[in-house]
């Protein structure tokens, strides 16, 4: 079982709509948590972090923890074409000092 | 991207030769990481240096090197390379150690390597 898993899509929604994407973990002792948005060609770079249980929203992004069901996920409001990349789940140990990372969710916004 | 640096961004090598890919961060981050990413394979964790003067290998350090020259410096040397290292690698650094609330870890902008 790998340590953080995501679906690797695509996924496709229309211009406007809410997207959904979705991250599970099999390390209970994980502590924070983190998305990160990665264009093609670039790096990624850090959208949300969380910590604790419950939603966390900023702008258009919310990021939801649910650590009874090992679930992180990041729901993008009024998506926008700009918003199509690859989103990256990460996780971090309690006590930990490096992160592990999902393989990622390619998101395709279409006009 | 927020002061990590990498050098070279483009690379070709022959199976058998050197190389050495430098970072820099002018951050005063304590920690830093060497991250190859792979098609379907995600981000990866060859070696990290949670402060200056220590480096512990991650998932992947088979094949590698590194060297925390300073706090500011994270070298990472293929001695031998392999086509199965022909990989996007991202040096990244963060503020301290345990990444505790609040920290992450930045990226530099990424070496594309290539071994023939």
Redesign the interface.
């Given at each position: 079982q790998k340590e953080v898993e995501q679906n690797?899509g695509p996924l496709s929604v229309p211009e406007g709509a809410i997207a959904s994407l979705n991250c599970t973990y099999s390390d209970r002792v994980s502590q924070?948590f983190?998305w990160y948005r990665q264009y093609s060609g670039?790096?990624?770079?850090?959208i949300m972090?969380i910590?604790s249980n419950g939603d966390k929203e900023d702008g258009r992004f919310t990021a939801q923890l649910n650590k009874a069901s090992q679930y992180v996920s990041l729901l993008i409001r009024d998506s926008q074409p700009s918003d199509s990349a690859t989103y990256?789940c990460a996780v971090?140990k309690r006590?930990?000092?490096?992160?592990?990372?999902?393989?990622?969710t390619q998101l395709k916004v279409e006009l | 991207?927020a002061g990590v640096t990498q050098t070279p961004k483009f690379q070709v090598l022959k199976t058998g030769q050197s190389m050495t890919l430098q970072c820099a961060q002018d951050m005063n981050h304590n920690?830093m990481?060497w991250?190859r990413q792979d098609p379907?394979?995600?981000?990866?964790?060859i070696y990290?240096s949670?402060s200056e003067g220590t480096t512990d290998k991650?998932?992947v350090p088979n094949g590698y090197n590194v060297s925390r020259l300073n706090k500011r410096e994270f070298s990472l040397r293929l001695e031998s390379a392999a086509p199965s290292q022909t990989s996007v690698y991202?040096c990244a650094s963060?503020e301290m150690?345990?990444?505790a609330?609040?920290n992450?870890?930045?990226?530099?902008?990424?070496s594309w390597l290539t071994v023939v």
């Amino acid at each position: 079982q790998k340590e953080v898993e995501q679906n690797s899509g695509p996924l496709s929604v229309p211009e406007g709509a809410i997207a959904s994407l979705n991250c599970t973990y099999s390390d209970r002792v994980s502590q924070s948590f983190f998305w990160y948005r990665q264009y093609s060609g670039k790096s990624p770079e850090l959208i949300m972090s969380i910590y604790s249980n419950g939603d966390k929203e900023d702008g258009r992004f919310t990021a939801q923890l649910n650590k009874a069901s090992q679930y992180v996920s990041l729901l993008i409001r009024d998506s926008q074409p700009s918003d199509s990349a690859t989103y990256l789940c990460a996780v971090n140990k309690r006590g930990g000092n490096k992160l592990t990372f999902g393989t990622g969710t390619q998101l395709k916004v279409e006009l | 991207n927020a002061g990590v640096t990498q050098t070279p961004k483009f690379q070709v090598l022959k199976t058998g030769q050197s190389m050495t890919l430098q970072c820099a961060q002018d951050m005063n981050h304590n920690s830093m990481y060497w991250y190859r990413q792979d098609p379907g394979m995600g981000l990866r964790l060859i070696y990290y240096s949670a402060s200056e003067g220590t480096t512990d290998k991650g998932e992947v350090p088979n094949g590698y090197n590194v060297s925390r020259l300073n706090k500011r410096e994270f070298s990472l040397r293929l001695e031998s390379a392999a086509p199965s290292q022909t990989s996007v690698y991202f040096c990244a650094s963060s503020e301290m150690a345990g990444l505790a609330l609040g920290n992450t870890i930045y990226f530099g902008e990424g070496s594309w390597l290539t071994v023939v």
